[in-house]
């Protein structure tokens, strides 16, 4: 898993109905519009092209419902399989948010503390008993990195356990002092892992399969650090250099444990990102450590929570995370605020498909809920213009003084006997002069017209105008 580049019952009570809500609306997806689809098909269907990789399986929540789910590419090459919503693929580091979550589940229920020292629970580690939980969680810690490699070596190919780990990695001097700065470190979260299960008394599969996969309904969710992927899941693929896709190496057993091990389909994952939005598993006060940027002693921030990355993507707060195991890369982009999550699964290994895939598909589902809004404040200009009526706080100096009494006595003769229009959709933007142009195509029975604005960086009207088209 190297990453790509960076009072109670009444509170039960409503954490159920939260719950059971999510899960209701996460099984029944309501469709996208057909045009937002055949964008999101162009975004994809591009990016496979440009890259050759096999195959993504892509799922979107929105406001709290899975929206979109769909596969495209290939699956298996040979014997050729098309990629199915329902295959999965390994998540990689993604994992890494759920081990945190655990540990934060134990954290609420006073079994441990973010600021505890590792060495109370696994011994004789390097400096354990100054390195603290939370500098594991944010790879502040100081543990070296056991895969910084962009590919398995011939020693990962053996089995090993987390202790043999940890004997090579975790019990030589730190690359720096906890807490001065961060690195990306594996063996931060095979420590976390082992805090999971000697804190619960239970494997840590177990333990997230009792308190997060069975309750969102993640039906699907595998353990790969045990066990290879089904002939009915995706099969994960590498290339040398520029040459054809081959079958990529698994890792021995005992390499991902904690760090990335899970493998599941982009549904299961759409459900994780809705109950983090909806804030079901964890306290808020838990979410907003998780999701809270770490500071180093020296006052520097980190773009890191704890097992998630911290950053500001389309203009919004985004809790994110990439993922890659051999022959697989995968994105996580979660918008809180928003309310919005993008999930992509690749089955090829070291490119950034799944990232660039992501990004694109959130920035235009941003684009198209600012479009939606700008519909919706042109459409109400527009039928008070239909009235001889306006809303001057909306427009500039300029553009009032347009709209003189006779203007608007001209565009209530003109549109009000149109009536209300069956479709009024923006068609056209570009950014000219310092404004942003919008066409509007308006739909009317027996007639259409066009409507253009002009838009200053203020978000005030500099022109409004209507014609026939």
């Not at 295959?87 to 540990?103: L, P």
């Not at 892992?193 to 619960?200: A, D, P, R, W």
């Amino acid at each position: 898993m190297y990453p790509l580049p960076r009072s109670r019952n009444l509170r039960a009570i409503s954490i159920f109905i939260l719950l059971a809500t999510s899960l209701l609306q996460a099984q029944t997806p309501t469709p996208i519009s057909a045009v937002l689809r055949e964008k999101i098909d162009a975004i994809t269907k591009q990016a496979l092209t440009g890259t050759g990789v096999p195959s993504a399986s892509i799922a979107i929540a929105q406001a709290g419902a899975i929206t979109y789910l769909q596969a495209y590419g290939d699956g298996r090459i040979e014997p050729h399989t098309p990629a199915l919503p329902s295959m999965r693929y390994s998540i990689g580091s993604i994992s890494k948010q759920f081990t945190a979550t655990a540990v934060l589940l134990l954290a609420e229920q006073g079994r441990l503390s973010l600021d505890d020292p590792v060495s109370r629970f696994v011994p004789n580690l390097t400096r354990g008993n100054e390195v603290t939980i939370r500098e594991l969680l944010s790879h502040t810690s100081g543990y070296q990195d056991y895969w910084p490699q962009d590919y398995v070596p011939p020693f990962m190919l053996q089995a090993i356990t987390a202790d043999k780990i940890l004997d090579q990695w975790a019990r030589k001097p730190l690359d720096f002092d906890p807490g001065t700065d961060w690195q990306y470190s594996n063996t931060n979260f095979v420590i976390a892992g082992l805090i999971v299960e000697k804190t619960s008394g239970e494997p840590l599969l177990q333990f997230l399969s009792e308190h997060i996969f069975t309750p969102l309904g993640m039906k699907s969710v595998m353990n790969i650090d045990q066990n290879r992927l089904t002939e009915t899941d995706a099969t994960g693929y590498l290339r040398y250099a520029l040459g054809p896709l081959r079958l990529a190496p698994k890792e021995g057993k005992g390499w991902l444990f904690a760090a990335g091990e899970l493998a599941m389909p982009a549904e299961d994952l759409a459900k994780w990102d809705i109950s983090m939005i909806n804030q079901t598993v964890l306290r808020p006060a838990s979410y907003a450590q998780m999701e809270k940027e770490v500071v180093l002693k020296n006052g520097l921030g980190t773009r890191y929570g704890l097992g998630v990355d911290v950053r500001q993507e389309s203009g919004q707060r985004a809790i994110e995370h990439s993922g890659e195991v051999s022959g697989f890369t995968a994105h996580n982009l979660v918008f809180p605020d928003a309310r919005i999550a993008v999930v992509v699964l690749v089955n090829e290994d070291s490119v950034d498909a799944s990232g660039d895939i992501a990004r694109k598909i959130a920035a235009l589902l941003f684009r198209e809920a600012d479009a939606g809004k700008q519909e919706d404040q042109s459409r109400e200009i527009f039928a008070a213009l239909q009235q001889g009526k306006i809303n001057r706080a909306l427009f500039t100096d300029n553009c009032n003084s347009y709209f003189s009494e006779q203007v608007l006595k001209d565009f209530a003769s003109s549109l009000g006997p149109l009536g209300s229009p069956t479709e009024f959709a923006q068609t056209y933007e570009q950014d000219r002069g310092g404004m942003t142009f919008r066409l509007f195509e308006v739909h009317f029975p027996q007639k259409t017209v066009e409507v253009w604005e002009r838009i200053m960086p203020d978000g005030k009207i500099e022109q409004y105008q209507v014609s026939a088209k």
